[in-house]
């Protein structure tokens, strides 16, 4: 079955406290992306990825890192998580064409 | 700015009726629309998708609409059924080939039995 894949899919942490949220998809898709969802802002651009070891700056990438080592791995690493960092999170494979599947969502709460 | 507005937050249905969805844009550089659907606790799913070069595209009961002049796509949705209640997004993207999207905030829709 075609799928992305997040984990955790919850996470409650403290400020400051580094965190990584898994990102995986089984369609060998080259483009991947990280967008948040906020209430009344619907869902912004973190960070994408074109391919292996080639990623870029989506609208909204201030206080997060992304990898992209491999094709089938999209990890979103929040080095120093804030307050304004809580969100609800997704990880989306695009195929050519242009369909995003996306994952399940991370909902994420930085106190 | 939001380039990409979808300005009713959320819309009611009789089911069976028509559920007509807006959605705006600012960039003339766009040229590549999508509309999804997101139920609670899970992932947006595509539902359609039109080109600039299109005016209309037709999926089984879902319609998607452009008008290049207006600035303006909407979706429609006949007959509506129940199991259409959900959030819908509209996207837009504005380079051919690099799938980097813009989204409105969605509109809720509620099909009503």
């Known amino acids: 079955e075609a799928q992305v894949t997040q984990n955790p899919r919850y996470l409650i942490t403290v400020t400051g406290k580094k965190l990584t949220v898994t990102c995986s998809q089984n369609?060998?898709?080259?483009?991947m992306s990280w967008y948040r969802q906020d209430p009344g802002l619907g869902l912004r651009q973190i960070y994408y990825?074109?391919?292996?070891?080639?990623?870029d700056k989506g609208d909204v990438p201030e206080g997060y890192k992304v990898s992209r080592k491999e094709k089938r791995n999209f990890p979103l690493i929040l080095e120093s998580p804030s307050p304004n960092q809580t969100s609800l999170y997704f990880c989306a494979s695009t195929r050519e064409g242009g369909e995003q599947f996306f994952g399940p969502g991370t909902r994420l709460t930085v106190l | 700015d939001q380039q990409v507005k979808q300005n009713s937050p959320s819309l009611s249905v009789q089911e069976g009726r028509i559920s007509i969805l807006n959605c705006d844009y600012t960039?003339?550089?766009?040229?590549?629309f999508l509309w999804y659907k997101k139920y609670p606790a899970e992932g947006p799913t595509f539902l359609i998708s039109?080109?600039?070069?299109?005016d209309k595209n037709e999926d089984g009961r879902f319609t998607v609409f452009l008008n290049k002049s207006a600035k303006h796509l909407s979706l429609h949705i006949v007959p509506s059924q129940p199991g259409d209640s959900a959030v819908y997004f509209c996207?837009?993207?504005?380079?051919?080939?690099?799938?980097?999207?813009?989204f409105g905030t969605g509109t809720r829709l509620k099909v009503l039995a």
């Open positions: 990825s074109m391919n292996v070891e080639v990623t």
């Open positions: 996207a837009a993207s504005g380079s051919s080939g690099t799938y980097k999207y813009i």
């Open positions: 960039n003339s550089m766009f040229d590549y």
């Open positions: 039109i080109s600039s070069i299109k």
């Open positions: 369609m060998n898709h080259e483009y």
